[in-house]
């Protein structure tokens, strides 16, 4: 099985020279090599890029947080303008300043081809913010406070779209997305919580007024600002799990920043939530709160430097594994070439080796061994090769022996065979005169035996031609038969059809006498209808004698007139009628007289007929015994011909056979005798062979084995 499937490949390297063997077998290796190579490096240059894609959305998550704070700043400042402040309006119109420096600086930053997305949402943040830059003074507090919490909702949305088109949300590191997820979600989240509460608390001090509504907010926008601290706390521990190497400085900033907001909160609760006179200066109150929100910022801050540094480390990591590997790979290949020419080089020595021993060999030289500097199955080759030059010596010098006593044989051979071939021409001369007689012998048999055959068929033949006459008789007994029953049924059937036709007469016969009846019946109707007529016309003129008294009667006495009249017409029509059907019964009962005049007659021809078939069928039995006799006898001397034919066959069969072997015996001796020319011939041949083998054994140069 292993032999089948490897025969293409063993086709296919056997015609090839041991360069070209090298070179197909390095290019086969090297295409699954290369192919794997390339597939793990686009691999690494993939991660490679996609963590420089995240270091791309953590640059520009860390250039949209300063623009967020500018805009909660710029919120609070105006709430508490619009809410009597009048001294914050120097502050806005500072802040707005650093506003337009920080759009400046994103918008020149912003990484436009590979965030398309984002740059979308915040071409829409811009302008958001240019109505708000330019209507803020004409708004209410509440509303003012409202269109800046949505620039900042956009400008959160915008950090989360960031890190979504650049994959840095998808990163697959642990300690890189915790990390990733401070920056994202957490710290804006916190951030943004207290900014709210630092903007609607400095409009609450400014005002004076806290209602419901502000208050619940502010409780809400504390709520979650506790609930930031908590997942911002957790994110921290499983940094500091996941990642040793963490800043020191980065964990203190969190811890300071932590502090810093709850005490925020804690003034809140103290000054405006459960203080029933509010007395705090607004400007202080928002000092307080941007020192927090800072403090958070810069845990922003160096929470991005922090991840930007992990990344770049993966991407060193990422790019020395990939170099090391290219550079490993490569010592390897070489290193493999160079053993794969060394190889190469070896066995064409030790191929060059063999060439030139067995050319020498060749030559006749077979005194000297081949010595390979080798220990591969090569060797065993070199090894093979000395047997063979070995076992070449002691044959060759067997030969020269053989070749010498070959040549005295040769000569005693050749006159042994002179006086054989001399006895074989005697031999081959009587052997040939019986051959001929046997010869004589075979034609006259295969004659007699040839006229047997033919006698045995004319019988046979007769034979089977009575056979089928007996068949024949058989089938005409078998249809006379037949046809002696179909003749007693026609007798029956003449029988009924006479009985059915007596019968016929007999009611044709009564039909007449009814129909003598009828027309005297007929007759006394025509003579009623006549009196009718009579009486009818008498009972007119009575009618007419009476005058109008006797209209009515006359009119009665016309229509019985009438109807006498057609009475005697129809009584006429019936009478003719009656005297056809007479006439027509009159014709039938003749007729019906001469079908039985007929029918007596076909029943006599019927008897005589029944008479003759009973006679043919019993002359046909005859027939079909003595037919079948006579088959019976023909089979019996078909079968005692064949008997006599088969012996005559038999006996054919020995003197064929008797003169193939005498033909066999004179080829035989002819054959023989043409051996033993042949072998008188060989044994020149073998004298002059033998003196040419000695001639050529004494040229080869051999190795003296003895020692």
Known sequence: M??????????????????????????????????????????????????????????????????????????????????????????????????????????????????????????????????????????????????HSNLVKQVEELIVSGADESGLSLDSEINSYYMMKLIVQELPALIESSAIIRG???????????????????????????????????????????????????????EQAAQNIQNYLGLLDQEILNKQGMSMNPDTFFAEGTAAIATAAEVFQLATTELDHTLQERINDSTATRNITLLITAAVLILVAIFYVAFYKSVMETVSALKQRAEAMAKGDFSQDIVLNTKDELQLVGIAFNEMQRSMNRVLSNNQKIAAATFQSSWQLTEISHESTMAMQQVAGSVQGVSEGTTAQKRTTAETATTMNEMSIGVLRIAEAASEVAIVAMRANEHAELGNQQLVETVNQMANIKKTQVESSQIVAKLDEHSARISQIIKAIMDVAKQTKLLALNANIEAAREGEHGRGFGVVAREVGKLAEETSRSGESISDLLNVIRSLVGDT???????????????????????????????????????????????????????????????????????????????????????????????????????????????????????
């Open 200 to 254: 609607r608390g400095n409009g609450v001090l400014a005002s004076r007024t806290l209602t419901d509504e502000i208050k619940t907010q502010l409780l809400l926008e504390s709520s979650k600002s506790k609930a930031a601290l908590a997942n911002l706390n957790k994110s921290l521990a499983k940094i500091a799990e996941f990642n040793s190497s963490i800043n020191g400085e980065l964990l203190k900033k969190v």
């Open 2 to 147: 292993l032999d089948k499937m490897l025969s293409p490949f063993t086709s296919i390297i056997s015609r090839l020279k041991y360069g070209q063997k090298f070179m197909l077998i390095s290019v086969l290796f090297m295409i699954p090599v290369v192919i794997l190579l390339y597939i793990w490096t686009s691999t690494q240059q993939v991660e490679i890029k996609l963590i420089k894609s995240e270091q791309v959305g953590v640059e520009q998550v860390s250039e949209m947080m300063p623009f967020m704070l500018q805009v909660q700043q710029h919120r609070g400042l105006v709430n508490g303008y619009l809410n009597g402040n009048r001294e914050a309006k120097a502050q806005i119109e500072a802040k707005q300043q650093e506003l337009t420096q920080s759009i400046e600086q994103v918008e020149t930053n912003f990484q436009k081809k590979s965030l398309p997305q984002s740059y979308e949402k915040w071409v829409s943040a811009k302008r958001e913010w240019d109505v708000i830059h330019s209507a803020y003074e004409s708004l209410k507090a509440s509303d003012s406070f409202d269109r």
């Open 589 to 707: 009962v003749s007729a019906m007289d001469s079908m039985q005049t007929e029918t007596n007659v076909g029943m006599e021809s019927i008897e005589r007929s029944k008479v003759a078939i009973k006679g043919i069928l019993s002359d046909i039995k005859l027939v079909s015994e003595q037919i079948q006799e006579v088959s019976a006898t023909s089979e019996e001397m078909s079968a005692e011909m064949e008997e006599i034919t088969a012996s005559i066959a038999e006996i054919s069969d020995i003197s064929h056979k008797t003169s193939n072997e005498a033909e066999t015996m004179a080829a035989a001796a002819e054959e023989q005798l043409a051996s033993m020319e042949q072998i008188q011939s060989s044994a020149e041949e073998l004298k002059d062979m033998s003196q040419q083998l000695q001639d050529d054994l004494s040229k080869f140069v051999l190795q003296d084995l003895t020692v």
